[in-house]
Nanobody
Framework: VQLQASGGGLVQDGGSLRLSCAVS????????MGWFRQAPGKEREDVAR????????WYTASVKGRFAISRDNAQNTVYLQMNNLKPEDTAVYYC?????????????RGQGTLVTVSS
């Protein structure tokens, strides 16, 4: 599985960005897709997850109501719509996939895309 993330950039506090993740290679209905982020000096944090076939979603508490994960199976793309961005959302965002929903770690990840939110 290959993952290619894009869409990061610089945005002001309260702004919006949409990240995209192009997925290629073998994927199966059991795969979970998602995004995690890594900010300088902070631990990696899972942000959102979505099942590849069922559309069930999960969000970390700090982004609920502001971020929305979705996928377009026809285009093999996963999106992360980020609204009302805050400076604390500044991080490198990674697209990732895991082969089983209960896996504790991601099995695949793409290169990161930097999101910077200015105050």
């Amino acid at each position: 599985v290959q993952l290619q993330a894009s869409g990061g950039g610089l945005v002001q506090d309260g702004g919006s960005l949409r990240l995209s993740c192009a997925v290629s290679g073998r994927t199966f209905p059991s795969y979970v897709m998602g995004w995690f982020r890594q900010a300088p000096g902070k631990e990696r944090e899972d942000v959102a997850r979505i099942t590849w076939s069922g559309g069930n979603t999960w969000y970390t508490a700090s982004v609920k109501g502001r971020f929305a994960i979705s996928r377009d199976n026809a285009q093999n793309t996963v999106y992360l719509q980020m609204n009302n961005l805050k400076p604390e959302d500044t991080a490198v965002y990674y697209c990732a996939a895991k082969t089983h929903p209960t896996d504790p770690t991601w099995d695949y990840r793409g290169q990161g895309t930097l999101v910077t939110v200015s105050s």
